[in-house]
Nanobody, 127 residues
Framework: HVQLVESGGASVHAGGSLKLSCEAS????????MNWYREAQGKGRELLSS???????TYSDNVKGRFTISQDIDKKTLFLQMNDVTIADTALYIC??????????????????????WGQGTQVTVS
């Protein structure tokens, strides 16, 4: 069972920093883009940042220059460093992959998910 689990969400004051993590429960994602999204109350899901299979990163204008996406492939963990946060950054932060992503465990058992793999999210509240 492939599961993405986010952590690191917390309440923080404006101007502060936070680092979110997304762990992949013993699986490695093969040729998948890894993404961070957020859902603010009353708003739709917003794509914040992506890292592709070549390590190229992209950011939305809302977070460019403040947030940094990174990954530790050996530890199967995706990170989002959030600096200089504002009240507008208050949201549920979710990690996910692209559609059709394939995840494999150390035994070589692989699963492809048409909708991609998603976590449940971690809450960030800025005051």
């Amino acid at each position: 069972h492939v599961q993405l689990v986010e952590s690191g969400g917390a309440s923080v004051h404006a101007g502060g920093s936070l680092k979110l993590s997304c762990e992949a429960s013993g699986y490695t994602f093969k040729r998948c883009n890894m993404n961070w999204y957020r859902e603010a109350q009353g708003k739709g899901r917003e794509l914040l940042s992506s890292v592709n299979t070549d390590g190229v990163t992209t950011y939305s204008d809302n977070v460019k220059g403040r947030f940094t996406i990174s990954q530790d492939i050996d530890k199967k963990t995706l990170f989002l460093q959030m600096n200089d946060v504002t009240i507008a950054d208050t949201a549920l932060y979710i990690c996910g992959t692209n559609r059709g992503c394939t995840a494999c465990n150390d035994d070589g058992v692989c699963h492809m998910q048409r909708s991609g793999f998603w976590g449940q999210g971690t809450q960030v509240t800025v005051s």
